[in-house]
């Protein structure tokens, strides 16, 4: 299990240049690049840019892990659920050749206020998950369901939705929110997911509320052998944070 960072927040106005030198100097071994940020890294990019950014990170310390999209399948609205079909396959296409392990999606919601049953909801995410992953599948790498949303980040709500999708190509980003927390443990509903675990997402490593210690132990147990990715805010002294972090990665148990 190894440190990794996600561009979201604090390497959001960063290049790629930045992002593996600040990684490799702070002992950040992995990134997952989101979407719509200043590295640039999004499905227009023509081939030779794509090569580019493969061999900038095949040479560097830092691996890219993955592709953080916003790709989601809730719509009531079946043209848009097919219009981020489509664009999920265009991000498979940019990971397999960037090199990354996977491209992250979202559930973003359930539609009851609209009148649409909650297993309704979970039934189309599934459905059009099973047809991402075959992309996935075809093109070598992974589709990860964010564990996120209105409503849809309540795990047995995942659990739902992955049993339906039954598509080995298709797994979990585990999102470190506060639903994981049952009297005090994330046990109950990490046993839950477990079976389709392929990513994790890290925050606040110092919030008292959330027990990482406990987390790190389960995934260690899992034999979970992937990058838990810290999810943080922006911070003026951006080398200081990650060191720190790091170090309380460590001190947590999860090296």
């Known amino acids: 299990m190894e440190l990794g960072l996600v561009t979201y927040q604090l390497a959001k106005s960063w290049d790629l240049e930045t992002i593996i030198e600040r990684c490799a100097q702070t002992g950040f071994t992995a990134v997952e690049l989101r979407t719509e940020h200043a590295h640039g890294v999004e499905i227009e990019m023509p081939k030779a840019k794509r090569q580019e950014v493969r061999a900038r990170f095949a040479d560097s310390p830092v691996?890219?892990?993955?592709l953080g999209t916003?790709?989601?399948?809730?719509?009531?609205?079946?043209?848009?659920?097919?219009a981020h079909i489509e664009r999920t396959r265009r991000w498979v296409e940019l990971a397999a050749d960037v090199g990354a392990m996977g491209v992250k999606v979202r559930p973003n919601g359930l539609?009851?206020?609209?009148?649409?049953?909650?297993?309704?909801?979970?039934?189309?995410i599934a459905r059009a998950l099973a047809e991402c992953g075959d992309a996935a599948r075809d093109a070598g790498v992974e589709i990860w369901l964010?564990?996120?949303g209105r409503g849809t980040a309540h795990p047995p709500h995942i659990r739902r939705i992955?049993?339906?999708?039954n598509h080995p190509a298709v797994g979990v980003c585990w999102n470190s929110n506060p639903q994981d927390v049952v009297d005090g443990s994330v046990a109950r509903y990490f046993e839950l997911l477990r079976p389709w675990l392929r990513s994790c997402h890290i925050n606040e490593l110092w919030n008292p509320d959330y027990p990482y210690r406990e987390l790190f132990a389960l995934l260690k147990q899992t034999g979970y052998d992937r990058f838990t990715l810290a999810e943080i805010p922006e911070s003026p002294e951006p080398i200081r944070l990650m060191r720190y972090y790091a170090a309380l990665w460590r001190a947590l148990g999860a090296a």
């Not at 691996?63 to 993955?66: K, M, N, P, S, W």
């Open 63 to 66: 691996r890219l892990v993955g």
């Open 70 to 82: 916003t790709c989601e399948y809730h719509s009531t609205d079946p043209a848009e659920v097919r």
């Open 111 to 124: 539609q009851e206020d609209k009148g649409v049953p909650v297993e309704a909801t979970l039934s189309q």
């Open 146 to 148: 964010e564990v996120h």
């Open 162 to 165: 992955m049993e339906e999708c």
